[in-house]
């Protein structure tokens, strides 16, 4: 069973910036690929970043978004500069145990996290 508990949302004006994080339990962190994703009100869930060896990307967050890890603190983070009203959403962390399948596909990860709330205002 793998916990993770996100943290760091909150309401920033457009240009901002937030840094999420994700704290995972498990003694395998280092292993597996964590991923984060968002949903806006009546919208459907969709991918924002992914790390494994590498980090992937969105188109449309490309540029503003980095994601990076912590092994030693079993934690993943998402920083978000330059931020839009359009990223108003519920962002939430996810972990694919074995590392395999579609970074980007909501059906690769074993785990979720609770959200967290990130608002844009303009």
């Known amino acids: 069973q793998v916990q993770l508990v996100e943290s760091g949302g909150g309401l920033v004006q457009a240009g901002g910036s937030l840094r999420l994080s994700c704290a995972a339990s498990?003694?395998?962190?280092?292993?597996?690929?964590m991923g984060w994703f968002r949903q806006a009100p009546g919208k459907e869930r969709e991918f924002v970043a992914a790390?494994?060896?590498?980090?992937y990307y969105a188109d449309s967050v490309k540029g503003r978004f980095t994601i990076s890890r912590d092994n030693a603190k079993n934690t993943v983070y998402l920083q978000m500069n330059s931020l839009k009203p359009e990223d108003t959403a519920v962002y939430y962390c996810?972990?694919?145990?074995?590392?395999?399948?579609?970074?980007?596909?909501?059906?690769?990860?074993?785990?979720w996290g609770q959200g967290t709330q990130v608002t844009v205002s303009s």
């Open positions: 996810a972990a694919d145990l074995d590392s395999t399948g579609y970074y980007y596909n909501l059906g690769t990860y074993d785990y």
């Open positions: 498990g003694r395998t962190f280092s292993g597996y690929a």
């Open positions: 790390i494994r060896r590498n980090a």
